[in-house]
Nanobody, 115 residues
Framework: QVQLVESGGGLVQPGESLRLSCAAS????????MYWVRQAPGKGIEWVSS????????YYTDSVKGRFTISRDNAKNALYLQMDNLKPEDTALYYC????????RGQGTQVTVSS
């Protein structure tokens, strides 16, 4: 069965960085586009970033462009999200997902940005 396990979240101050990781199993990872989505307290799921199967094309929601970088390692079945210059509005539960809507996602990792 599909398994997506996120890690790397934490509590940081504004301007700091975090690197999220996702370990994927149970499906042919290298044949799927992959996504990061997030859910802030009291809000719905928000698409954050996408990456194509080979990792050559990446896409970001406007609010994170220039600050976040998505990448993948198909040999390791791993997905990453490098988050720099974090802002309080980035506070959310971050999910690795196999769909842009987040309908197939992991359990999430909490990112809290606060001074």
């Amino acid at each position: 069965q599909v398994q997506l396990v996120e890690s790397g979240g934490g509590l940081v101050q504004p301007g700091e960085s975090l690197r999220l990781s996702c370990a994927a199993s149970g499906f042919a990872f290298n044949t799927y586009w992959m996504y990061w989505v997030r859910q802030a307290p009291g809000k719905g799921i928000e698409w954050v970033s996408s990456i194509n199967t080979g990792g050559s094309n990446t896409y970001y929601t406007d609010s994170v462009k220039g600050r976040f970088t998505i990448s993948r390692d198909n040999a390791k079945n791993a997905l990453y999200l490098q988050m720099d210059n974090l802002k309080p509005e980035d506070t959310a539960l971050y999910y690795c997902a196999r769909s842009s809507t987040g309908s197939i996602r992991g359990q999430g990792t909490q990112v809290t940005v606060s001074s």
